[in-house]
C-alpha cells in the first residue's frame, strides 16, 4: 500500500512576515483545494489537513470557512483585474471590449463562481469587520479599473465603474438563469439543445453587454434636469 503523501508540517509563525507567509500558504492550499473539491465540499478539516495546520491554528488566520473563501475571492479578482489590464488598449471598440471582459471572467470558474456566491452566502457568514475590510477594497479596485476603462473607452468619470458591476451582474445572472449543469447535452434531443444554447451564458452576455455599454455612455452625455 502506498504511503500517504506528506503534508508541511510548519513551526509557529511568530514575526509579522512569517504569519503573512503563512497566511498566503493557506490561501495557495486553499485555492488548490476548491478547484479540486468544488465550493460546496470545501471546508476547514480538509482545509487543515492540506496544509498540516491543527485546526485551532488554522482558525487563529481565519474564522471561518466564509473568511477563506473571501479572502481567496481577493486574490482571485486581482489576479483577474491583472488580466483585463493586459488586454486593455485605449481606443478599443465595444465589442472589443465585451469579448475582453467575458474571455477573462469565464476563463476561471472557480473566480466566477465565487463571485456569484459572494453576495448571497459568503458576505452572509463573515464579521463585520472582514465584511468591511473586503468592501473598501472592491471599491479601490474598482476605482483604479474603472478608471482605466474609461481612458481606453472613452467613458465619463464613473462609467467605468458602471460598466464593471452591470457587466457582472449580467454575466452572473445569466450565467444562474440559463444554465443547467444537471442536465447536460448528451443524450438530450437536437432540438432541444439548439434551443436551450440560445440562452447559454455567453450568448446573453454577448447579445446585451453593447446595450448595457451604450446606456452608460448616453447616460453621461444626457444632461441632467
Known sequence: MPEAEARPQYQRARRDAEKSERRRAILVAAEGLLRAVGFDAFSM????????LGRSTLYTYFASREEVLLALYVVLRDRWGRTIAQGLVEGMSDSAFVELYLTSMTADPVHLELRARLVTFIDQ???????????RQMRDGLAIAGARIEACLDLAPGG??????????????????FSDPDQPDDGLPEDVVEWRNQFSREVVFRAHAPDLLAGIRERAATPRH
Open 45 to 52: 478539516g480538509q482545509l487543515a489537513r492540506e496544509t498540516g
Open 125 to 135: 457568514n463573515v464579521s463585520r469587520e472582514r465584511y468591511v475590510e473586503s468592501k
Open 160 to 177: 467605468g465603474t458602471a460598466v464593471l458591476t452591470s457587466f457582472a451582474a449580467l454575466l452572473i445572472g445569466a450565467g444562474m438563469l
